[in-house]
Each structure stands twice: as C-alpha cells, then as structure tokens.
C-alpha cells in the first residue's frame, strides 16, 4: 500500500504542475492525466477504507478474545509469531483500547505460525502486559482474560515493544502521506472543477 499511496503522491503533484497547461496540443492530454489520476485515487482510497472498515475475519483463522479484567483500560497489541523453515518474522497488530470488563476479538491467521504474544500498554509508552501464548490445536478459538500486570519474560517483551514501536511508527509515516494525498486530491479536485466552470 505504501507504494501506491507514494505513486498517488507524485501523480497529485504532476497534475498540480499540468494545471498550467491550457493551450496547445497537450492540454488535452494534461488534463485527461489529471481525471485519470483523480479517479484512480479516489478508487483506490475507497477501496482500502471499506477493507480496513470491514471485519477482519480470516478465513481458516484462529479466533481471539482479549478481555480485560483490570480496573484500568489498557491498549492492548497482538504479535502473531510466523515461523519458517529458515527464519521467524514477528507480525503486530493493533487489538486497541479494552475498556475494564469489556473484550477485543481479533482474528489469527496461524498457518505459519503457533504462538502468538499478546502485550498491554497503560498509556502510550508504559508496557505493563506481556504474556506469551501457544496453539497446540488450531480448531479451538482462543481466550485470554488479563487479570494482573504481568510481565512473562522481559527478553521476549523487550523484542515485543521494539516491534510495537517499528509498527507505529510505520502507521504514523502512512498516515502523514495519507493526509498528503488527500489534501492534493482536494486540491486537484478544486482546480478541475473550477476549470470546468
């Protein structure tokens, strides 16, 4: 997705420059350019929010139930551990904030995998969860009921909270380039109808 948002960036700014084209034989072309590229854009962003709003239900999944039984809502990540036969990769995800006495369902995808981590956080920084799960059967949805501040091993949540940082991180850089896109998209909107005006 990063590719495609970088590819809408850079068709946004060319059709900002080809604005400037109106007479001559490319003005035609310029601005067939600059529909093409509204259009693409538009689909493509309409596409990825009613897939990221949608259920993120997994077909062959592993379900999983995160409840929390602390007097305090806690911002909870799952890391699915996918292994192969050369190496492991780590792959989070955001579960979110899980009121007290309230529950997450998210969906796992296990069929690389055995063992997922779940890890809470108070706050944005402070790590005050960490517990280490395994999948010895696959048919059998999962539940973890979170029910005092453990830390299961500091080795393992130390590389968890690195993985949580690198995937905010991601999701933070994403969302600036999102929100760019978006204001060229208007922009190119604005000027396209105006034009036509």
């Given amino acids: 997705m990063t590719l495609i948002i970088l590819i809408i960036f850079l068709a946004s700014v060319l059709s900002l420059i080809l604005f ?76 979110g904030i899980v009121r007290p006495e309230y529950y997450r369902i998210e969906y796992l995808k296990m069929d690389k995998s055995d063992e997922y981590w779940i890890v809470g956080y108070l706050g944005k920084k402070n790590l005050v969860y960490f517990s280490q799960h395994s999948v010895p059967n696959k048919n059998i949805d999962q539940i973890v009921e979170v029910q005092n501040y453990i830390n299961q091993s500091m080795k393992l949540s130390e590389i968890a909270k690195k993985q949580v940082d690198a995937y905010n991180y991601e999701n933070t850089k994403l969302g600036i380039w999102i929100t760019l896109d978006f204001l060229l998209l208007f922009l190119n909107l604005v000027l396209l109808v105006r034009k036509n005006k």
């Fill in 20 to 95: 400037k084209v109106k007479s001559g034989s490319m003005a035609k072309w310029a601005k067939l350019f600059r529909i093409v590229t509204l259009v693409f854009s538009i689909s493509v962003f309409t596409y990825w929010f009613i897939k990221k709003s949608a259920v993120a239900f997994v077909d062959n999944s592993v379900g999983l139930q995160v409840i929390n039984k602390l007097p305090q809502a806690l911002d909870f990540y799952m890391i699915n551990v996918n292994k192969t036969e050369k190496n492991t990769t780590l792959e989070p995800k955001h579960i």
